[in-house]
């Protein structure tokens, strides 16, 4: 049960775009359509930006979008804001039953 | 409104034991598995262990055998029952609804000390 391999942080400037990846195995994130995006405000409780790889949840902005390439899962947000300055975690099932998350990427807004 | 409110964290001395409840409202609570997720001062988030309706469970390797999620469909309740707690244990305890929401609570903490 080895955590997902994140970037420990990204940057971009308010407007900009940024992308964070998500990289597992095909017994996790490449082989299953369930892995979900958080984000965590100092605390805050996480909330999800997206969930089943590319399904954005009522309430969140169009700005979030998911993708997977092979064993990577990846989060866009475009036209970066202050307020999306935050902690983004990944998660996926794994082939065990059990969950995973990643290690967590700080996301600074320059 | 969907809620989950966690109750039952505070200090505990290592080797002791607590139990955890995540008490469920607004949603049919039957449908949906209920989540542990936890996050030590500072740390990132960990997956601790999962329940279903019918009782189906998983536990992360690091909690196995000492701890165990269990629920009350009546009450629509969920626990958490720590046993043999360890200082690394010490963290925020989430309760989480399953995908595709993923709501959580306010998280209570556990703290394990001498």
């Known amino acids: 049960q080895s955590a997902l391999t994140q970037p420990a942080s990204v940057s971009g400037s308010p407007g900009q775009s940024i992308t964070i990846s998500c990289t597992g195995s095909s017994s996790d994130v490449g082989g299953y359509d369930y892995v979900s995006w958080f984000q965590q405000h100092p605390s805050k409780a996480p909330k999800v930006v997206i969930s089943?790889?590319?399904k954005r949840p009522s309430g969140v902005s169009y700005r979030f979008s998911g993708s997977r390439s092979g064993n990577t899962a990846s989060l866009t947000i475009s036209g970066l804001q202050a307020e999306d300055e935050a902690h983004y975690y990944c998660i996926s099932y794994t082939s065990s039953g059990t969950w995973v998350f990643g290690g967590g990427t700080k996301l600074t807004v320059l | 409104e969907v809620q989950l409110v966690e109750s039952g964290g505070g200090l505990v001395q290592p080797g002791g034991s607590l139990r955890l409840s995540c008490a469920a409202s607004g949603f049919t609570f039957t449908t949906y598995w209920i989540h542990w997720v936890r996050q030590a001062p500072g740390q990132g988030l960990v997956w601790v262990a999962h329940i279903f309706s019918d009782g189906n469970t998983a536990y992360a390797d690091s909690v196995k055998g000492r701890f165990t999620i269990s629920r009350d469909n009546a009450k629509n309740t969920v626990y958490l029952q720590m046993n043999s707690l360890r200082a690394e244990d010490t963290a925020v305890y989430y309760c989480v609804r399953d995908r595709p929401h993923w709501e959580w609570g306010q998280g209570t903490l556990v703290t394990v000390s001498s």
């Open positions: 089943d790889v590319t």
